[in-house]
């Protein structure tokens, strides 16, 4: 692969040791931390020399690591899933840093995010906000109709679809000034929306997420267009307008 | 004594006239009925979801912090199903013959039958629940074509088709659990399963945020707990993808067959350093456009290797297609233990050209698709004269919208640009065909425990085709588990709830908590991935694309001696009553060991080649797997013997083939 | 469910911010071409920025429209510090690095400063000109000297065109009742109605010898800080209302930057304009 080299870095890093505890900026240095090497496996390095000198690792969320799980979080030198677009954390590789460079790794910051214990945070809220609404309600007989019996027309096909990628990562929150979920809930709610299968309970189903969302604590939405940037899918803010046409005409029905 | 309970009947009748002889538990009945299910990917999150529809208690569990994280989302290329949208002459008998052809004649007849008939009811269903498949300009849904076969039938989205798939599964097991019909437990680990008089009963789990430990109880424990692919270490399984729920059912009863059979995906992006932690696939349908070669010069992969040449500059002439070459009718397309093979041989001869410790790397290569793609995509918009440029042009955008996702995946992790310069790939583990014995209903041999997609051993034999591990976990999981579990728990609805302070939960909960506090105390010297990382070298090096005799009973040995060695020196840092990454990664790797040991001599007991188990010392002269079907027509399917792996006894299913005529797999 | 929907959440937050930045930018459309004539320079430039004025305070539309206008005014307000305060709550740890100007621009993380900036400047606007025209005892009329037979002599300028001279009102012949309405003191009736001078106020204000030129530059830093305020507030508006569409996003945008630019910028002129030119 091109260019591969060895660099030395400082990690600050969020530690804490659980929900109720109050955490602190911890400082490592880590030696050899190879170029071609994702920011999760620098990480791995990182715990691997923590535990044989006997200190605690870092906990961190992970899984999939090839950036569709979501599971992954860390805002890297403040900016979500680090100084790259479009990836998640995962698909950071340390080939973005130089040698020498001190690297702050915080985990998502939203009260509805809270800390459950160094850089892993509690996201159920969004698992709350699509129970209420993030679904069609079609139970699973398997006798529906033939799936090309309505047709869709194909702009309308990949506009869902660029809104389904949507990993839940948090990324948006994370990444907003003011904590929001809107681009998360926009882009559940643009899925739906704009596929005929969705369309029977669109409304019900924007009033009823939109409702959850707010009452997880999350902040509103000022436009800054900070998500779009940060979300590792690309998902567009056109999402949030068509959740927030598809609410406006929801109440006023 | 293993008993299939294949119905009688002709195979294209046998489910439905099955079905229809199932018992019923009637609607007033099931909400005094429990189900557990654990593992939340398409298998578990559409058995939850259906059962809770129908009216049962449902528990799910799943490790990660949400059901919709499980590693059915990464799947990336697609679904098949027998809906001959394309006119290509697909029917569900072809679906059936390519997915038992495929698996090299390994696999149970009736089960993929059933499987070929249920896969157009989950395209309806998938797209009654609003996932967003690929379309046509007409509306209607578009298809593409995979490994082993000669027909469209692969649905997708982008190559993003797991994950739609398990958001659609996701959102229905999410409706469920805002209706308060699923309890979902997420973060949270199956460490046992508890008998009660034989039959499943329960589980205990592990709080995986507060290490709490706990019981819960149910009629019928569903585990749908996905593969053992990470016992390599480095596959394309997640992080935490891991065989507990499955071994620790296999420790209490339920045979586990065919371990030996795993699935090494051609096309992968090879390993490039000591550090690395996990390997990452390249769908798949990248080969219904990419050309994969070699240099036909040895000296020309040296120079490639060595940095003196790039594979732009190598002429068509000096190019190896080797699959174009070997299998002239599949061309790219043959099934993926054929293509891994092939490059594994290209690679071994020489002519490979990754520039690693190992030299193990063939190109994918997307030029001649830009080309003839963007010729099609100017003709189309009335430019009948393009320049080369504006076809260059023509040809990449239409390569983004089909696989930009995964160009943009491989670009991050390489560094390199895939649509200036050929993919480098190298086959990895990917997937496990082997795993808990079910029979047709599903069920393990522990009686109310049902074992459900690729965490079973059913439908693929030695060998999976591309997209039919999709259709099988939302098979079982929508369309057969309700059924038969449904069955099963008809003998329940007079049990009442279970309780779950007998002494049955006290003794699991009791080794659960022995085993803990062993790794906690043990105070060794070396992390879990030290011996993690040392059993995956084993595996790959002995149990891995090529197999012979003397290195499956090295492996056997350095397996056990490893694993006396992790129980000597692990050391596991914190506490019990807290998040602990490590004590989950011991606890898995705990596993993975016995795992690695039994699959070293499943495959050392199947003395033949098939799919995805290649012995070195049975193939024929042009290196393709050779067969024994007359002392080997059988599923493996191994019973627990105590702590000793070598304890474990084999037992034999027999494969009766008569639908298909059994023959050799030819793709030339 | 639907109509508190439209009140409480967050949503209708969004809405009520949008409706009234919209509206707010109609008015600052209307204010500006009325101010713009405080450039000209015609001899009667005065008079008709007073009639302007006059038109405005009095006119039963636009009183209506100028109530919308406060209404709109405050709800921004009230509605922005409502959001930003839970804004704030929604993030109750702050991040130790941040590094938001990698996402974002300047202007649209900034809103609430800038717009407590605005509001703190539509307060002293609004005491300096629009208090005294509307409470101000002493606001003075507009006058005109004009030379008769060789003796200047001044006069009230009148709402119907005609005049009053000064030298009436002086000796008491007139009195100036209810600010603007000269009386016939003998008869104690209406005879005619003045205009306040607001023209007179205004450029004594920017060419106010001590702190005329401060004024002026606060007056355009001001404007500054409203430019910036548009230049995320007007698109920002029509993305809460849901009016994101490709292919009029474009458009959207640049005619917000553009007028997130040019008003202001015609609005800052004014002041720079009286105190450096007119003598």
């Known amino acids: ?253 | 004594m293993l008993d299939s309970k294949i119905p009688k009947g002709n195979i294209s009748d046998k489910w439905t006239d099955y079905k229809d002889h199932l018992k019923l538990v009637a609607p007033n009945n099931r909400p005094k009925i429990d189900v557990i299910v654990v593992g939340t990917g398409l298998a578990g999150a559409s058995a939850a979801a259906s059962l809770a529809e129908m009216g049962y208690n449902v528990k799910a569990f799943c490790f990660q912090d949400s059901p919709r994280r499980a590693h059915s989302i990464a799947a990336q290329g697609g679904i098949n199903a027998a809906k001959n949208y394309q006119n290509d002459g697909d029917s569900i008998y072809r679906l059936f013959y390519d997915t038992i052809k495929g698996g090299d004649y390994r696999a149970r007849e009736a089960n993929v039958h059933r499987l070929a008939e249920v896969s157009n009811n989950i395209i309806d269903q998938c797209v009654a629940q609003g996932v967003p498949f690929a379309r046509d300009y007409g509306g209607m849904l578009d298809n593409r074509s995979f490994g082993g076969t000669q027909v469209q039938r692969t649905f997708y989205a982008a190559g993003q088709t797991g994950q739609q798939l398990l958001l659609g599964a996701y959102s229905a097991l999410s409706r469920q659990i805002g209706q308060g019909r699923v309890e979902m437990f997420n973060r949270h680990e199956m460490l046992d399963i508890v008998k009660v008089d034989g039959k499943a009963r329960g589980i205990i789990a592990r709080n995986l945020i507060t290490g709490e430990i706990e019981r819960h109880s149910a009629h019928a424990v569903i585990i749908a707990s996905g593969g053992y692919g990470n016992v390599y270490f480095l596959s394309t399984n997640a992080m935490g993808s891991n065989v507990t729920a499955a071994w620790k059912i296999h420790k209490k009863g339920a045979y586990f067959a065919n371990p030996c059979f795993v699935q090494i995906h051609p096309t992968c992006i090879p390993v490039h350093g000591v550090n690395q932690s996990k390997l990452t696939l390249m769908s798949e349908s990248l080969r219904n456009s990419g050309r994969i070669w070699v240099p036909k010069k040895k000296e020309d992969a040296e120079a490639i290797r060595a940095g003196k040449l790039k594979p732009v500059q190598i002429a068509e002439d000096d190019r190896d297609y080797f699959l174009e070459r070997r299998y002239p009718a599949f061309g790219n397309l043959v099934p993926r233990d054929v293509a891994s093979r092939a490059a594994k041989e290209r690679c071994d001869a020489g002519f490979g050209i990754e520039a690693n410790a190992t030299n193990e790397g063939v190109y994918l290569d997307f030029s001649s698709e830009i080309i003839s793609k963007g010729k099609q995509t100017a003709y189309a918009s009335g430019n009948h004269h393009p320049t080369d440029e504006e076809v260059i042009k023509l040809g990449k955008a239409w390569i983004e919208e089909k696989y930009g996702n995964l160009f943009q995946m491989y670009q991050k992790i390489t560094d390199e640009n895939p649509y200036e310069t050929p993919m480098k790939i190298y086959p990895a583990v990917h997937y496990t065909m082997g795993g808990v014995w079910v029979d047709y209903n599903l069920q393990s041999t522990i009686p109310g425990c049902f074992v459900a997609g690729e965490a079973n051993f059913s439908d693929h034999g030695a060998n999976r085709l591309g997209a039919s591990a999709l259709m099988q976990g939302l098979a079982d999981g929508y369309f057969v588990l309700p059924y038969t579990v449904s069955d099963y728990l008809a003998n329940d609805i007079r049990t009442g709830k279970i309780p779950t302070d007998s002494p049955e939960f006290d003794e699991a909960e009791k080794s659960v908590r022995a085993q803990i506090d062993m790794f906690l105390n043990n105070n060794g010297t070396r992390s879990v991935d030290h011996f993690h990382k040392e059993l995956g070298l084993i595996m790959w090096n002995k149990v891995g694309m090529g197999r012979n005799e003397q290195g499956l009973k090295e492996a056997v040995a350095e397996i056990d001696a490893l694993r006396a060695e992790f129980y000597k020196e692990v050391y596991v840092p914190g506490s019990a009553n807290e998040m602990n990454p490590e004590l989950e990664k011991a606890l898995r790797v705990a596993d993975f060991m016995e795992l690695g040991q039994l699959m070293a001599m499943d495959a050392l007991q199947r003395k033949e080649s098939a799919g995805g188990h290649f012995r070195e010392e049975y193939q024929d002269s042009e290196g393709e797997t050779l067969r024994d079907d007359v002392n080997f027509n059988f599923v493996g399917a191994w019973e627990y013997g105590g702590n000793d792996i070598n304890a474990e006894k084999l037992h034999k299913e027999v494969l009766e083939y008569e639908y298909i005529k059994i023959a050799a797999r030819n793709y030339k | 469910m639907a109509k508190s929907a439209l009140l409480k959440s967050s949503l209708a937050k969004k809405y009520w911010m949008a409706l009234t930045g919209l509206f707010l930018c109609l008015f600052l459309v209307g204010h500006l071409i009325g101010n713009l004539q405080l450039l000209s320079s015609s001899e009667n430039a005065a008079l008709h920025f007073n009639q302007y004025a006059l038109f405005m305070t009095t006119n039963p539309a636009i009183k209506l429209l100028s109530y919308l206008t406060y209404i709109s005014i405050l709800f921004h307000a009230i509605d922005g510090i409502v959001l930003t305060v839970r804004n704030k709550k929604a993030r109750p740890v702050n991040y130790v690095m941040n590094n938001p100007s990698k996402n974002t621009i300047w202007a649209s993380r900034n809103m609430a400063v800038l717009g407590t900036v605005i509001l703190i400047f539509i307060v002293t606007h609004m005491v300096t000109f629009w208090g005294k025209m509307h409470f101000d005892k002493a606001m003075p009329l507009q006058t005109m000297t004009i030379s008769a037979g060789g003796m200047p002599q001044e006069f009230y300028l009148t709402t119907d065109g005609g005049y009053v001279p000064k030298g009436q009102v002086d000796q008491g012949a007139m009195v100036i009742k209810n600010r603007t309405e000269f009386f016939d003191a003998g008869a104690n009736v209406k005879v005619k109605e003045g205009y306040k001078d607001l023209y007179k106020i205004t450029v004594a204000f920017f060419k106010d010898a001590k702190f005329g030129l401060i004024y002026t530059i606060l007056y355009a830093i001001s404007m500054i800080v409203l430019g910036f305020h548009l230049y995320h507030g007007f698109g920002s508006a029509f993305q809460s209302l849901g009016a994101n569409n490709p292919k009029y996003n474009g458009l959207i945008k640049n005619f917000g930057k553009g007028f997130a630019i040019i008003v202001p910028l015609l609005f800052a002129i004014i002041p720079i304009y009286i105190h450096f030119f007119i003598k």
Request: charged share 25%; aromatic share 6%.
């Open chain 1, 1 to 253: 692969m091109a260019s591969n080299k060895n660099i030395n870095i400082n990690l600050k890093i969020w530690r804490q040791k659980d929900a109720k505890s109050k955490g602190k900026i911890e400082t490592y240095k880590l030696d050899n931390v190879s170029t071609d090497s994702s920011f999760l496996e620098m990480l791995d390095q990182l715990n691997e020399q923590l535990i044989n000198s006997r200190q605690e690792p870092v906990a961190f969320d992970h899984d999939c690591r090839e950036g569709i799980c979501g599971m992954c979080s860390l805002y890297i030198n403040g900016r979500a899933h680090g100084p790259d677009t479009k990836i998640t954390t995962c698909q950071l590789h340390m080939r973005m840093f130089k040698d020498n460079d001190t690297i702050y790794v915080e985990p998502w910051r939203s009260k509805a995010f809270p800390v459950i214990k160094d850089l892993v945070v509690d996201r159920s809220a969004f698992e709350r906000i699509q129970q209420a609404g993030g679904f069609v309600s079609v139970n699973t007989s398997g006798r529906t109709i033939d799936a090309n019996a309505t047709p869709v027309p194909k702009h309308d096909a990949d506009r869902a679809f660029e809104a389904a990628a949507c990993i839940g990562c948090g990324a948006c929150v994370a990444s907003c000034k003011n904590g929001s979920a809107m681009l998360f809930v926009g882009a559940k709610v643009s899925q739906y929306a704009l596929l005929p299968q969705g369309k029977v309970e669109a409304a019900d189903r924007v009033l009823n997420m939109v409702r959850q969302m707010d009452e997880e604590g999350f902040g509103n939405c000022t436009n800054t267009g900070a998500c779009e940037v940060e979300c590792p899918k690309g998902i567009s803010l056109e999402n949030i307008a068509r959740m927030n046409r598809e609410y406006l005409f929801a109440s006023v029905k």
